[in-house]
Structure formats: structure tokens, C-alpha cells
């Protein structure tokens, strides 16, 4: 049995993996759903940064020994550092849709456009909530930005803004360890397309999900993950 955590992408929290919880991947394995500080979790004192949640991740996994995450889109930089911090004990990520070039911050790179956070705040909440009207997917993420603290949402959106035009998120990703991409290339930019094109990672479609695979397709998704995940060293034997 392996030990999960799962961790929300941008502003959002662990309420997009309750689902999730009550598929046969939970049955089989511990998941962890994990609220991030600032989202569900209590606001860091420092700045909200994708290395100071990637420590707070490092963290919790050795507190839980917790060998695989499940990290959806910007959370699979979070992801990708946490793996990557001496002693941690993160060998397996799974990124569903995660960041791979800078066009996946579609969503946390507005924040740099800003000059504080509560007017970043409220305008990233009218935007998804007016696209709720088309998508009613998005009336769940609506509700759970809503409750982001909004000096966290400004400060992790600035800093993977900042992230992604000093590196390719790919290939960070790609370097962090045992990597299965989760996806939906409907829902993906050109961009990241072509990424994966060219990049030798394996990789998991997910016919007809939404970004929150976790939220619309739960069964197919926890199938997909039992496939994907590493043998443990006692399976097989007699």
C-alpha cells in the first residue's frame, strides 16, 4: 500500500480530491488530501512562495511517509521542488495537467499583473465565477478561491509567474523523480503540447475530463492512478 498526498493547484484546496476519496484508489491506498497554508491551511508568516509550499509538502510527507503525490497543475512545481529537497521522501509525482510551460499559468500568472492583493483577489473571483456561467465546473473552484487568503493567492501567483519565465516547468517536472502526466490534451495549450512531444515522459490521457479530473471524472481518474503507480518491492512475490 503506498501513502498519498494530494495537492490542490492554484488557490484551490483539498476539497477537489473528496471524490476522489471514495474510490477504489482510497480503498487500496492511503490518500492524504492536503489544504496548502493560505488554502485550507494556515497562512504562512513569510511570503507564499512555490519553495516555501514545496517545505511545507517535504514536511508533511515525511511526517506521514508518504513516498507519492498527486499534484494538480501548479502544484506540480510545488511538487516537483518538494521532491527535490534533501531527506524528502517523494520519489513518485503524478501530475494531473500540471504546469509544463508558461502558457499553463493562465491562471496564477495574472497575478503578477496586479499591485495587491485584494484587488487581484476579487478579480480573479469575478472572472471564474462569470465563467461558471458556461462551465459549471468552475462554481467549484469559484467557492474555493473565495476562501483563499488573498495575500497567499497574490504572492504564490506572482512567484510561479516569476518561476515559469526563468525556467520551463517541464522540465523541472520531468527531473523531480518517477513522473506520470495526467491529461486531457483538450484542455491543454499548444504550448505544452508540443512540450510533451518532445519529451520522453509518461503519460496518462484522460478521455473527456475537465482541468479537475478529480472533481467530473473521480473513476476514471483513481483507475488510471492504480495503473500508473510503482510496484511496491513485495508484490509478486510468494
Not at 478521455?207 to 483513481?222: F, K
Request: glycine share 6%.
Amino acid at each position: 500500500m503506498h501513502t498519498i498526498l494530494c495537492i490542490a493547484g492554484f488557490g484551490d484546496n483539498a476539497s477537489m480530491f473528496d471524490r476522489l476519496l471514495d474510490m477504489p484508489l482510497a480503498q487500496e491506498h492511503q490518500l492524504i488530501a492536503l489544504n496548502l497554508p493560505g488554502f485550507g491551511a494556515r497562512t504562512l508568516r513569510g511570503e507564499t512562495t512555490l519553495q516555501s509550499l514545496a517545505a511545507f509538502v517535504a514536511d508533511k510527507a515525511r511526517d506521514r511517509g508518504a513516498t507519492v503525490v498527486v499534484a494538480h497543475s501548479v502544484a506540480s512545481i510545488i511538487a516537483s521542488l518538494a521532491a527535490t529537497i534533501p531527506g524528502s521522501p517523494l520519489t513518485t509525482i503524478l501530475s494531473l495537467e500540471g504546469n509544463l510551460t508558461a502558457d499553463d499559468a493562465y491562471f496564477s500568472g495574472t497575478a503578477a499583473s496586479y499591485d495587491d492583493p485584494g484587488t487581484f483577489h476579487s478579480a480573479f473571483v469575478t472572472r471564474v465565477a462569470d465563467m461558471g456561467r458556461k462551465a459549471p465546473i468552475m462554481k467549484r473552484y469559484r467557492s474555493a478561491i473565495a476562501k483563499a487568503d488573498p495575500r497567499a493567492l497574490w504572492q504564490l501567483g506572482c512567484d510561479a509567474h516569476r518561476f515559469s519565465g526563468e525556467h520551463v516547468p517541464g522540465d523541472v517536472l520531468a527531473a523531480a523523480g518517477d513522473v506520470t502526466y495526467f491529461y486531457n490534451p483538450e484542455n491543454c495549450p499548444a504550448a505544452s503540447l508540443e512540450w510533451l512531444a518532445a519529451h520522453p515522459m509518461k503519460r496518462v490521457v484522460l478521455e473527456n475530463a475537465s482541468h479537475w479530473a478529480s472533481v467530473d471524472c473521480p473513476q476514471l481518474l483513481s483507475a488510471r492512478i492504480i495503473e500508473a503507480l510503482p510496484r511496491e518491492p513485495d508484490e509478486g512475490r510468494a
